[in-house]
Nanobody, 124 residues
Framework: QVQLVESGGGLVQAGGSLRLSCAAS????????MGWFRQAPGKEREFVAA????????GYADSVKGRFTISRDNAKNTMYLQMNSLKAEDTAVYYC?????????????????WGQGTQVTVSS
């Protein structure tokens, strides 16, 4: 069982930065691939970024590539999403997720555990 808690969301001006954190419970964090997804009002939940269980591989949605960076610190049982050059269209609830696989996945169905979400609002 994995419990995930996101933090770091908030209100930021366009062009600014935020760092989201996802803290996982237990001592098996390193056995899971991890991902970030987001859901804006009136839209489906969409893939943002993912990282393999050892952190050697990452993947990004085209919309965030070059602006967002996913990372993980298995010693701290924590995953991060550094978001730079934020745009109004980045406004959404951001969710972290964990999958009992080792490789990167962009599919919602791969993920077994989800956090409660954290709101990111970018004003223009």
């Amino acid at each position: 069982q994995v419990q995930l808690v996101e933090s770091g969301g908030g209100l930021v001006q366009a062009g600014g930065s935020l760092r989201l954190s996802c803290a996982a419970s237990g001592r098996t964090f390193s056995n899971y691939a991890m991902g970030w997804f987001r859901q804006a009002p009136g839209k489906e939940r969409e893939f943002v970024a993912a990282i393999s269980w050892r952190g050697e591989s990452t993947g990004y949605a085209d919309s965030v590539k070059g602006r967002f960076t996913i990372s993980r610190d298995n010693a701290k049982n924590t995953m991060y999403l550094q978001m730079n050059s934020l745009k109004a269209e980045d406004t959404a609830v951001y969710y972290c997720a964990a999958a009992s696989v080792r490789s990167v996945s962009r599919s919602l169905g791969t993920y077994d555990y989800w956090g409660q979400g954290t709101q990111v609002t970018v004003s223009s």
